[in-house]
């Protein structure tokens, strides 16, 4: 028998798809005892448990049949027309995809050859950066902060560059929490339409702003101005349940078509009792159920806001989110991100450090921390956790 | 505004993503009155509706924060050992995937680059052709009929080519129902074996032998002979339901864990609760529902034959499948299985034409019949239109 090598069995495109040694820390965070602000976990307590419980009895007892069988690859007609009116769009619009992870893998693989050159900021979800690196891409970044992608270093990089699209998140960033202006968005949308370019505008935090009203998307502005070239990425995880795996995407038929088609052979369909029992769970009530989220977390992102005042020594930055789920914090130049969170985890306390949400590189005195899941006395005992390690930490240099 | 082209947009990648012509036409066999033995949709009268109603209602109310949250990328860790019991290996060996597409979306991301060789039977699973073309291989092809591949062929194609990975269904093919016997698979699995190369078992069919006991998997054989090349597909849609889209991979740990960590970029993890509800319709009785499926489908196949028997004209060859949910039927040489699709739905009745099943082009005359679905008496008519069908076909030649 010929010895076997499964390094070699695997294609060089292999070698681009790996945990993150940051994933591998992550699981540290699960150890009993620590309070742990990384993962970008929804509140449970905002779960519709009981009205999931008798929501999904009744389909599977009424509609068994459906629920449990093959479905359409586009998706379960009532829900995209449900998304289609939330979004305001037309349900041919609408194709719902397994999380919106799968709507990245999706763009990866219509959109990105070898080498393809691709925009994101610096720093950006790191699943996005996981889901498009198998495709082979070239990561062009620009500097994203409080007010989103710095837009004249997005021009510069245009004026010599042509991404297959640019992707980006305007409103409470993932990590980075920010919120793009208005003028700002259209600004970049005139860069774009200059230049006939695609966006990718990931939406997931649309509804979890903590002001009076939501900004227009991207999207919004771009049908406007009958710019057809803005995909719209929007999710119900966290809204209603991530467990679920049920997101969308929006676009123009044509491009539509193609991502319905890639879906097709990458899980042939999202699950009919997901798609159904998260209609049922959205046709009544939504607007109320969105009140009471975005209360949550408003409440909640204080309790972090009000904790990290009292606990954080001089030198240590953070945003004060204005919705989302993030605080996004800077260390003191030459402090490094990893080193605090070996000393947090000792404190019973964690985060992601920020150099994974760099596609690019950097980033390693920053960090990102989840407010979305503890309620506000797990917070502000985390905070004066996260202030000890951080002392500690700064006591040594 | 520079005029926008999303042909210009999408990468070349994309040109391999279509919808083939079939799934096209296959629109058509959603017509009303049709009684279609197109699809591969599993018998709806076996889906447990009750049970699993009760089932999701239990699991949400008392562990609803887990079913409705993010979860594990490997899986629900106690369906993972339910699957390691029913396969015979550890719980660590077992990925849970969004579907058996899905698993087959991730060989291809993990193990092929543009122009890999890639071997696959001819006719083999459509699906399987459509997943792993975005990914740019050359597919190989040797003939499969009811003993399964050609070996002779097999192992003249390996005397010149290396390929990534064989794709085989040895049991129960789909289209053509094939079975491999314990001698072709020995002797398979020798060739493999010699050449240190990876095998992709497909066993969706595994539970639904006719006969008195299920043949050794080329998994088990390979486990056996210590062998650590085979990797195993298997699926609860043939046996629980489709729609839920819950399947699993059985590999190596070194192929195993770069699967998974495709899979997190891909779409995080299969949904929970669909997870916890498998595990929970699986874990009681699932030896005697096995038995219900087996004898269901055995007396749908029954009906077709006799009905095939009687109904079908001279020069028409169609297989006596021991198992599996398929008849693979092989018109007159010349006789085109596409033209006899139009006649077909003129009188209601629906099919798959074969050609979509040959990675490489031919199998213009044959189709694919489903019992499956329908129950004795529409099969019984289905196949008395068909031949109606096919007897004014060959009166026009």
Do not use: C
């Amino acid at each position: 028998m010929k010895a076997f090598n499964w390094q070699e069995a695997f294609g060089e495109r292999a070698s681009r798809i790996r945990a993150s040694t940051i994933r591998e820390l992550l699981k540290l965070t699960q150890r009993p005892g620590i309070l742990s602000f990384a993962g970008g976990l929804p509140a449970p307590e905002l779960f519709p448990k009981e009205e999931a419980a008798e929501k999904a009895a009744a389909i599977l007892k009424a509609k068994g049949e459906v629920a449990l069988q093959y479905g359409p690859t586009e998706g379960y007609f009532p829900l995209r027309a449900f998304v289609a009116e939330w979004i305001g769009v037309r349900p041919e619009e609408v194709l719902i995809t397994t999380g919106s992870q799968q709507a990245l893998d999706l763009l990866g693989k219509v959109f990105l050859d070898e080498g393809s050159p691709v925009l994101l900021e610096a720093p950006s979800y790191m699943g996005a950066i996981q889901a498009l690196r198998p495709f082979g891409p070239r990561f062009l970044t620009v500097p994203a902060g409080e007010e989103g992608p710095d837009l004249d270093a997005l021009e510069e990089v245009l004026q010599r560059e042509r991404p297959r699209f640019l992707y980006l998140i305007p409103s409470f960033q993932n990590p980075s929490g920010g919120l793009m202006p208005l003028r700002a968005r259209e600004r970049l949308l005139e860069l774009v339409m200059e230049r006939g370019l695609v966006v990718v505008e990931d939406d997931a935090y649309r509804e979890l702003y903590f002001g009076e009203r939501r900004l227009p998307s991207l999207f919004e502005l771009s049908r406007e101005a009958g710019y057809p070239g803005v995909i719209y990425l929007g999710s119900f995880s966290k809204v209603l349940s991530p467990g679920l795996r049920v997101a969308f995407a929006v676009a123009h038929p044509e491009a539509l078509q193609k991502l319905t088609q890639a879906k097709q052979g990458s899980d042939l369909h999202t699950p009919m009792l997901n798609q159904m029992l998260v209609h049922e769970l959205a046709k009544e009530g939504f607007p109320e159920r969105l009140e009471r989220i975005r209360r949550v977390y408003r409440e909640k992102a204080e309790a972090m806001l009000q904790a990290l005042d009292r606990e954080m020594p001089q030198g240590v930055r953070y945003t004060r989110p204005q919705g989302g789920m993030f605080v996004w914090m800077t260390l003191p130049e030459g402090l490094s991100a990893e080193a605090l969170f070996q000393r947090a985890i000792e404190e019973n306390v964690a985060f992601v450090p920020g150099s994974p949400f760099f596609a690019n590189g950097g980033g390693e005195n920053t960090l990102r921390l989840s407010y979305a899941t503890l309620n506000p006395e797990g917070i502000a005992e985390g905070m004066r956790r996260l202030g000890r390690a951080l002392k500690g930490l700064l006591a040594l240099v």
